[in-house]
């Protein structure tokens, strides 16, 4: 016979279940199936318009091991990962060390470097389109009035252009990330810096001994965020070549996966194949996220 | 009160009633777009479908006018079940959607039985000869072409006039001195948006055409065996390309410009020619300099080639009618109104576009382009995407980044050559 705080706890259970069943519901009807549909289709010769789809099991996934444009296209993803990754958590660390050591200020430059972050994708492509425009551009109209004429660049060129964009995508995520990080910082106890201080300890010890252990949660969840961002990275790219065609060096898997399944100006309509390349994308996130989890897992430490 | 609580309650019900009745009563058709709202072809096509909806006061046409990326909304509309009843876009994009999948409507029967608008013939025969023939696929005809654009040089005859040029280019060689003339007067020869692969290919396939002769190129590009790619004209249209780069008449910095960095900047005399569709006009309507004279030429002949200076390559824009449609005949009755005279006229003036049918004046900045159609050969395939796209996912996989890389001197012509073929022959082996 079950006592009664134990009835009092099944009855909790059971309440907890009956709540999370709308949600459940939302989550397996606009996540867990379209991603078990697009599994589906990915095992199909489809172009999108018809209603039979053609089923060649595994062959769009063969074809994709032999496809020398997606394999660059993943190249590319996975400098956009590792190099933009870099350089974002670097600013995000610095401009944490400084904005959390006590400086004047700090909000207004949180809200600085924050900014790009309530711009919509599509019009921060379009600003830096124009930076870097090899005419009239900022970069390259700045470099002249300061007589370096022969600094200016053509930054937008094939050779360029990715580490331009790259640039971009830095100063565009850096400050989200900077968020999260802060937000950890200031959640930890100031008795622990107060104690470290007493001990003798300094800004950067205490940043690099206190601090970073102390928000490591919060920098795991942040690195995972910026993979999935950054293997879905779509809509800047696209903007940034001004929606007509997107440069070859810039074509990330999800780049390529839009020309394979709708394209634009050149359609290719290969829905299953895309789709294929759609499901990779989704194996790299979970890799990826795992890889990230497990390579950055350490002792937790409550506080 | 209760009463006229009651009175009101029951008149709002038989408004409501009686709407329902009326709305049911109206044939609704679904006209989608690739224009957005504000551009001048979008209003003049709003126009035309508003003039036809007051003749048909039970007809309901909705438009949604929803820009270039118009044919993912087109397939998320067919896999969700409701298509529309009009789809305009280019030719080859509708063939490659709803043509191969079987649902765009035949439109050869009506275009031959149905009489225009306001020309006493059926609609088929207000088109100049032949007229369709590169728009028939299987022996249908899917879309119903309402604009037409041209590829020619264009330049400005008052900088021309400045610097002394009075004749254009007819051949090849003349083409490189007149480049040569122009950048020797401190102004780029030739712009050109390096970021568009498609357009880019201009100059490689009317050179490949002018020497191997008209659609050689395309021959080669559908040759599964890749011999074709052995003909001398491809590698010598290569080299030609790369002579362009290497004498600097393309403009400094190209190959960073985004769409329409060029045009821009060709409209603003930073550069003298420009290659492209006769569409460029109402796009640099609103930077063109008051004094700024449109002049045209076709692209020059290369002594020797097989090809000739006034074969052109002619693309066009349309509308297509999909199967699913309730009333196909109604649906017919909208779409000739698009290439009625009155239309036409406006498509012409204010669109600035070549208009599809016979006997529409042409404004007077194509005065040299009618001169050319007067001359024209043949018609040439573009391959400029879109209208012109040619196998889509060899030329976006294979062609156009191997032709940008030799513009962009990071591949030489012989290279062009034997990656082009190699490739070619791999996707046509996948192909099978």
């Known amino acids: 016979m079950p006592g009664a705080a134990e009835e009092v706890s099944m009855l909790k259970r059971k309440r907890v279940l009956v709540l999370l069943i709308p949600a459940l519901v939302l989550y397996l009807g606009l996540f867990i199936y379209p991603a078990v549909q697009a599994l589906w289709v990915s095992l199909h010769d489809w172009s999108g318009f018809t209603s039979e789809m053609k089923y060649v099991g595994l062959a769009n996934f063969a074809e994709l091991a032999r496809d020398s444009t997606y394999w660059e296209s993943f190249l590319i993803t996975l400098k956009v990962i590792f190099i933009g990754g870099g350089g974002i958590f670097l600013l995000a660390f610095i401009f944490t060390f400084f904005l959390t050591s006590g400086i004047r200020l700090r909000k207004v430059f949180r809200a600085i470097i924050f900014y790009p972050n309530v711009v919509a994708p599509i019009a921060l492509a379009t600003f830096w389109g124009f930076l870097y425009n090899p005419r009239f551009g900022l970069i390259n109209g700045l470099l002249r009035s300061l007589g370096l004429e022969s600094w200016t660049r053509t930054w937008t060129g094939p050779d360029l252009v990715f580490g331009a964009v790259l640039v971009a995508l830095v100063w565009t995520y850096v400050g989200f990330y900077m968020v999260i990080l802060i937000s950890g910082v200031e959640k930890i106890p100031p008795d622990y810096f107060d104690a470290a201080r007493i001990a003798g300890a300094g800004k950067v010890q205490i940043f690099f001994q206190i601090t970073i252990p102390l928000i490591w949660d919060v920098l795991v969840i942040a690195v995972v965020l910026w993979i999935i961002i950054a293997i879905k990275m779509f809509d800047f790219l696209f903007a940034f070549s001004g929606g007509m065609t997107v440069p070859q060096s810039l074509w990330t898997n999800a780049v390529y996966m839009f020309l394979l399944t709708f394209g634009q100006r050149v359609a290719i309509y290969r829905m299953g194949y895309g789709t294929a390349v759609a499901v990779t994308m989704l194996i790299l996130v979970v890799v990826f996220a795992g890889i990230a989890r497990l390579a950055m897992r350490r002792e937790k430490i409550e506080y | 009160m209760k009463t006229a609580l009651k009175w009101g309650l029951g008149l709002f019900l038989i408004a409501g009633l009686a709407f329902a009745v009326f709305a049911q009563g109206k044939t609704n058709l679904v006209y989608l777009s690739k224009w957005n709202v504000g551009e001048v072809t979008q209003g003049i096509i709003n126009d035309a479908i508003d003039d036809w909806a007051s003749d048909h006061p039970n007809v309901e046409v909705e438009r949604l006018w929803s820009g270039r990326n118009v044919n993912a909304k087109l397939m998320a509309m067919v896999q969700a079940g409701t298509p529309p009843d009009f789809y305009d876009e280019d030719p080859m994009l509708i063939e490659n959607s709803l043509g191969k999948s079987g649902l765009a409507l035949d439109l050869t029967p009506y275009l031959k039985k149905v009489k225009s608008y306001d020309i006493d013939k ?292 012989e290279d062009f050559i034997k990656q082009v073929k190699q490739k070619s022959i791999e996707y046509w082996s996948k192909k099978k």
């Open chain 2, 122 to 413: 059926p609609v088929f025969d207000t088109f100049s000869k032949g007229f369709f023939d590169p728009w028939t696929f299987r022996g249908q005809i899917n879309t119903l072409p309402i604009q037409q654009y041209l590829t020619v040089f264009w330049y400005d005859k008052t900088l021309f006039k400045k610097l002394g040029i009075t004749k254009t280019p007819d051949t090849w060689p003349q083409f490189l001195a007149l480049c040569e003339r122009i950048k020797q007067a401190g102004i780029a020869p030739i712009v050109m948006d390096g970021g568009v692969n498609f357009y880019n290919m201009y100059y490689f396939s009317h050179l490949a055409d002018r020497i191997e002769g008209k659609n050689a190129l395309l021959d080669a590009i559908n040759d599964k065996t890749g011999k074709s790619w052995d003909k001398p004209g491809f590698l010598q249209a290569q080299r030609y390309v790369k002579e362009l780069r290497d004498k600097g008449y393309i403009i400094k910095g190209f190959e960073g410009y985004q769409f329409p960095a060029g045009q821009i900047d060709w409209v603003q005399r930073k550069g003298a020619l420009l290659l492209i569709h006769t569409y460029m006009p109402i796009e640099v309507k609103e930077s063109r300099p008051d004094d700024f004279v449109y002049g045209s030429f076709p692209f020059p002949s290369v002594p020797g080639g097989k090809g000739s200076q006034y074969d052109l390559t002619s693309i066009v824009g349309g509308v297509a009618i999909l199967k699913a449609t309730k009333d196909p005949d109604l649906a017919f009755d909208l779409l000739k109104r698009m290439v009625s005279l009155k239309v036409q006229t406006r498509f012409a003036q204010e669109a600035l576009n070549v208009p599809t049918i016979v006997g529409v004046e042409l404004p007077d900045i194509f005065k040299d382009l009618e001169d050319i159609m007067k001359k024209q050969t043949g018609t040439f395939r573009d391959y400029s995407g879109g209208p012109g796209q040619f196998e889509p996912e060899l030329a976006q996989t294979i062609m156009y980044p191997l032709n940008q890389n030799v513009l962009f001197g990071k591949l030489s012509p």
